[in-house]
């Protein structure tokens, strides 16, 4: 398998996941499959993080 560019991270497929069953379940399935105690958690990964991206010059 090779991917055009960098390979999504474990914590975005988390995310991508949480959002998935966000919406075809419930919020409360996403949290009891995420493992999260607390519904804020939960939030933290169904953010659509829509602002884009953030570029950073390292230079």
Known sequence: MSWEGTAPSFHEIRS???RL???KMSSELAQNLLGHKSADMTAKY???KSKG???ISLS
Request: glycine share 0%.
């Open 16 to 18: 991508l996941s949480a």
């Open 21 to 23: 069953y966000t919406t």
């Open 46 to 48: 169904q953010d659509e």
């Open 53 to 55: 991206w953030n570029e």
